[in-house]
Nanobody, 122 residues
Framework: QVQLVESGGGLVQPGGSLRLSCAAS????????MGWYRQAPGKQRESVAA???????NYAGSVKGRFTISRNVANNTVYLQMNSLKFEDTAVYYC????????????????WGQGTQVTVSS
């Protein structure tokens, strides 16, 4: 079984920074794409950023230039550096792993973390 465990959420003032981490564990041979989604109260879950195994990145327009996604492929870990945080960044942030290839079956599946709360408030 694969687990994604997020950490690094918390309370921060507007303009502040936070760094989220997500570590995937289990019998993992490889992960194609790792990313972050968020869900604010009363809103749908939305994609924030994603990064491929090769290092290609994609960002939501609302976070481009403020957030940076990075990844340690060897450790199956993904990070989200969030700078210049705004009130509207308040949400539960979820880690996502797409195309996780498992040993010994080579089965490919997708997984979600349990979420970590980010609150931007003065």
């Amino acid at each position: 079984q694969v687990q994604l465990v997020e950490s690094g959420g918390g309370l921060v003032q507007p303009g502040g920074s936070l760094r989220l981490s997500c570590a995937a564990s289990g019998s993992i041979l490889s992960i194609n794409i790792m990313g972050w989604y968020r869900q604010a109260p009363g809103k749908q879950r939305e994609s924030v950023a994603a990064i491929t195994k090769g290092g290609s990145t994609n960002y939501a327009g609302s976070v481009k230039g403020r957030f940076t996604i990075s990844r340690n492929v060897a450790n199956n870990t993904v990070y989200l550096q969030m700078n210049s945080l705004k009130f509207e960044d308040t949400a539960v942030y979820y880690c996502n792993a797409i195309g996780v290839v498992l040993a010994p079956t080579f089965r490919r599946d997708d997984y979600w973390g349990q979420g970590t709360q980010v609150t931007v408030s003065s």
